[in-house]
């Protein structure tokens, strides 16, 4: 079975270059989880044990906010989630669950830590993805506090 998700992972685009003999290192150093629709890898706010890789299925990363869950994204095969949390040693700032049948590869915080010192391209893709990721939320954070701002002004005048 491992073998199968080595070959699997040779095609993501953050594993580029890597082989299967690589890919299987990377395998050999967590841990396969098969999530159930509806499981939960993790919780806002719990301690950033592990971060993992998506092999297979959907996850869902949402928080939850008066009473009811928001959605931030549905990610696939490839993904890395809970990474930042890793690697700062701070709290998870959302949660993820399996939005169907999933696959994950976890690896324990120092597991992880070790990969990054150990494959300095993944470790440039990972913080690569990381920072684009914030990137595009600080934007996203603006263009909702501009449009607030701007209704705001409307309603006042």
Known sequence: MDEQFAEVMTGFPILQGFTSQGAQRLLERGEVR??????????EGDPPVFAAL????KVQV???R???????????????????A???NIPRAA?????????????NAAAFRN???????????IFKEALRTLVEKERALI??????????????A
Do not use: N
């Open 62 to 64: 949402f928080v939850e």
């Open 86 to 88: 890793v690697l700062c």
């Open 54 to 57: 998506v092999l297979g299925g």
């Open 66 to 84: 008066e009473g009811g869950d928001m959605i931030l994204t549905d990610v696939g095969p490839g993904t890395i989630l809970g990474e930042l």
């Open 115 to 125: 990969l990054l010192l150990r494959y300095p391209l993944l470790s440039e893709r």
């Open 143 to 156: 263009d909702s506090v501009v449009r607030l701002a701007h209704s705001s002004d409307e309603a006042s």
């Open 34 to 43: 098969v999530c159930s629709m509806g499981e939960v890898l993790f919780k």
């Open 95 to 107: 949660s993820a669950r399996a939005s169907e049948a999933a696959t994950v590869l976890q690896w």
